[in-house]
């Protein structure tokens, strides 16, 4: 399965700005599905950003126009650009990826099978 890794969690007040890396290693295929879920205390681990490389992307209605997602293959690295961040944000955030995707395959947030280890964010009012 594929190794990912999470890097750029923290603190930061609200309507600040974090930028959350996920490196990848061991795909199966060339192709990439990829996402961000995350997790609050007390909650539900939830999807919030998904991508593909065929140049599909899906956010959760309450992050639209706040956070991008985007993939950088050369680097096989994903990234969550996270702007205006607000208190309800905070949760731990975790890299997914469909471990054997190929290109062109449905790409969900249910089809993902790798996980990574997840990385706080913290955001304070």
């Known amino acids: 399965q594929v190794q990912l890794v999470e890097s750029g969690g923290g603190s930061v007040q609200s309507g600040g700005s974090l930028r959350l890396s996920c490196a990848a290693s061991?795909?199966?295929?060339?192709?990439?599905?990829m996402g961000w879920f995350r997790q609050a205390p007390g909650k539900e681990r939830e999807g919030v950003a998904l991508i593909d490389d065929s140049g599909y992307i899906d956010y959760i209605h309450s992050v639209k126009g706040r956070f991008t997602i985007s993939l950088d293959k050369a680097k096989d690295t994903l990234y969550l650009q996270m702007e205006n961040l607000k208190p309800v944000d905070t949760a731990t955030y975790y890299c997914?990826?469909?471990?054997?995707?190929?290109?062109?395959?449905?790409?969900?947030?249910?089809?993902?099978?790798?996980w990574g280890s997840g990385t706080l964010v913290t955001i304070s009012s």
């Open positions: 997914a990826a469909d471990s054997f995707y190929r290109w062109g395959g449905p790409c969900e947030y249910g089809t993902l099978n790798s």
């Open positions: 061991g795909f199966v295929y060339s192709g990439y599905c």
